[in-house]
């Protein structure tokens, strides 16, 4: 190869590399996809490791690929809550008994119950494996948790209502609409601490609840009121023409088929059961569920505007989150005594590396995902800056600042 065909080369990969990192909104599916696998993977083990990791990695693709839009402020939300669920984990093992263990930390009285309520214990004895076994089962619910709402903060909810069948406008509205509270909440909770700072305001505890919840709730109740109007005027709830008829049809038909759909998993999982409530079931429940959702469709009529596709970041993006979650799986018939970990007799956790593998593959995106668009703030010239309200320099100053003034 000539000099000249290698300086091409070298001049063509930087240009589509460039192309390939240019700031774009991701599809919103392909992060809930990568969050849903995250979820899975945390659901398939009690590991406290396996699920610490899994909570940092989250953190970090959200600090990493996360907008300035107001729902990006919520994954600081989820992580608090998913505190809140471990402590209160631990907190109803130590209340309600549970297991018995070796290792008592503390003896508390017990609170004798009736003969009804036998089984039930009321404090008493708090082993370690009573307390590990809480955590345990918190730490598995907070990290799922967690994993959501990173989707929640990395995603765009209001580009995720376009990727909605027809059928299920309605509803994927109604859900979409839901989503946008907590980071508009949180928000609305920013905005008056801020304004309550440039005022003056040094309360703090539940002195300030009083002039924050107020000014919040009735800045909840204006977007409300103005969502509802903006909804309205763009014909959200407005509904073709459609045949009671057909609406009745398309009605039996999606009823139905979700019927049959629970029937034939219900078949699946039972092997004493009859043979038709299996396979044959799940499939004929899930055509009618289908027919039934692609007849509804058709009544609903709204136009697109720049739809969302799918281009190979997104399936990478998609690919890891699953990758993670079949990874994960496939410890579980590796070695499942690691990915539930006993807490009697105690053992200390250990990680595979298919764990590894699967909180690796899971971390790609963070540097594999397209950086987002983030709105820059131009700062106005010099002409047009306030300028600030001094009073105007005495005589003396004068003489001081002026050319070979003295002091």
Same mark, same amino acid.
């Given at each position: 190869?000539?000099?000249?065909?290698?300086?091409?080369? &070298?001049?063509?990969?930087?240009?589509?590399?460039?192309? %390939?990192?240019?700031?774009?909104?991701?599809?919103?599916?392909?992060? $809930?996809?990568?969050?849903?696998?995250?979820?899975?993977?945390?659901?398939?083990?009690?590991?406290?490791?396996?699920?610490?990791?899994?909570?940092?990695?989250?953190?970090?693709?959200?600090?990493?690929?996360?907008?300035?839009?107001? $729902?990006?402020?919520?994954?600081?939300?989820?992580?608090?809550?998913?505190?809140?669920?471990?402590?209160?984990?631990?907190?109803?093992?130590?209340?309600?008994? /549970?297991?018995?263990?070796?290792?008592? +930390?503390?003896? +508390?009285?017990?609170?004798?119950?009736?003969?009804?309520?036998?089984?039930?214990?009321?404090?008493?004895?708090?082993?370690?494996?009573?307390?590990?076994?809480?955590?345990?089962?918190?730490?598995?619910?907070?990290?799922? +948790?967690?994993?959501?709402?990173?989707?929640?903060?990395?995603?765009?909810?209001?580009?995720?209502?376009?990727?909605?069948?027809? =059928? !299920?406008?309605?509803?994927?509205? &109604?859900?979409?609409? =839901?989503?946008?509270?907590?980071?508009?909440?949180?928000?609305?909770?920013?905005?008056?601490?801020?304004?309550?700072?440039?005022?003056?305001?040094?309360?703090?505890?539940?002195?300030?609840?009083?002039?924050?919840?107020?000014?919040?709730?009735?800045?909840?109740?204006?977007?409300?009121?103005?969502?509802?109007?903006?909804?309205?005027?763009?014909?959200? /709830?407005?509904?073709?023409?459609?045949?009671?008829?057909?609406?009745?049809?398309?009605?039996? +038909?999606?009823?139905?088929?979700?019927? /049959?759909?629970?029937?034939?998993?219900?078949? !699946?999982?039972?092997? &004493?059961?009859? *043979?038709?409530? /299996?396979?044959?079931?799940?499939? =004929?429940?899930?055509?009618?569920?289908?027919?039934?959702?692609?007849?509804?469709?058709?009544? #609903?009529?709204?136009?697109?505007?720049?739809?969302?596709? %799918?281009?190979? @970041?997104?399936?990478?993006?998609?690919?890891?989150?699953?990758?993670?979650? =079949?990874?994960?799986?496939? @410890? *579980?018939?590796?070695?499942?005594?690691?990915?539930?970990?006993?807490?009697?007799?105690?053992? %200390?956790?250990?990680?595979?590396?298919?764990?590894?593998?699967?909180?690796?593959?899971?971390? #790609?995106?963070?540097?594999?995902?397209?950086?987002?668009?983030?709105?820059?703030?131009?700062?106005?010239?010099?002409?047009?800056?306030?300028?600030?309200?001094?009073?105007?320099?005495?005589?003396?100053?004068?003489?001081?600042?002026?050319?070979?003034?003295?002091?």
């Amino acid at each position: 190869m000539t000099d000249a065909g290698m300086t091409a080369d &070298a001049g063509r990969r930087p240009a589509r590399w460039s192309v %390939w990192r240019l700031p774009r909104g991701l599809h919103p599916g392909a992060w $809930w996809l990568w969050a849903l696998g995250l979820a899975t993977a945390a659901s398939h083990t009690t590991n406290p490791l396996p699920l610490a990791l899994l909570v940092a990695v989250a953190a970090l693709v959200v600090v990493r690929r996360r907008g300035d839009a107001p $729902w990006a402020l919520a994954f600081r939300m989820y992580v608090w809550l998913g505190v809140v669920i471990v402590v209160m984990r631990v907190l109803f093992r130590i209340v309600f008994g /549970g297991g018995q263990g070796e290792h008592v +930390l503390v003896r +508390l009285p017990e609170i004798p119950l009736p003969a009804w309520a036998a089984g039930i214990r009321l404090f008493g004895p708090v082993a370690v494996e009573q307390v590990l076994g809480g955590f345990y089962d918190g730490l598995r619910l907070a990290t799922m +948790l967690i994993c959501l709402g990173a989707a929640n903060a990395l995603a765009n909810p209001k580009r995720l209502l376009k990727a909605v069948p027809g =059928a !299920l406008y309605a509803v994927g509205t &109604a859900i979409v609409v =839901a989503l946008s509270v907590a980071p508009q909440l949180v928000e609305s909770v920013l905005r008056v601490r801020r304004a309550r700072r440039l005022r003056g305001g040094t309360g703090r505890g539940m002195r300030a609840l009083r002039g924050i919840a107020l000014p919040v709730l009735a800045d909840a109740l204006d977007r409300s009121l103005a969502l509802a109007a903006a909804m309205d005027s763009r014909g959200y /709830g407005r509904t073709a023409a459609v045949p009671a008829g057909q609406r009745t049809a398309t009605g039996a +038909l999606v009823l139905g088929g979700l019927v /049959g759909v629970c029937a034939g998993t219900y078949g !699946l999982l039972d092997t &004493a059961g009859s *043979g038709y409530l /299996g396979l044959p079931m799940l499939l =004929a429940g899930l055509a009618a569920a289908v027919t039934g959702m692609l007849l509804a469709g058709r009544g #609903v009529r709204r136009s697109r505007y720049r739809p969302d596709r %799918w281009r190979p @970041a997104e399936l990478l993006v998609a690919g890891c989150g699953v990758a993670a979650a =079949a990874l994960t799986m496939l @410890a *579980g018939t590796v070695d499942p005594e690691l990915l539930y970990p006993p807490v009697s007799p105690l053992t %200390w956790p250990e990680l595979t590396p298919l764990m590894l593998l699967a909180v690796g593959v899971a971390a #790609v995106p963070a540097w594999l995902a397209p950086p987002p668009p983030v709105a820059r703030v131009r700062r106005p010239p010099m002409a047009d800056r306030p300028v600030p309200l001094t009073d105007p320099p005495t005589e003396q100053e004068r003489a001081v600042t002026a050319p070979g003034g003295r002091r």
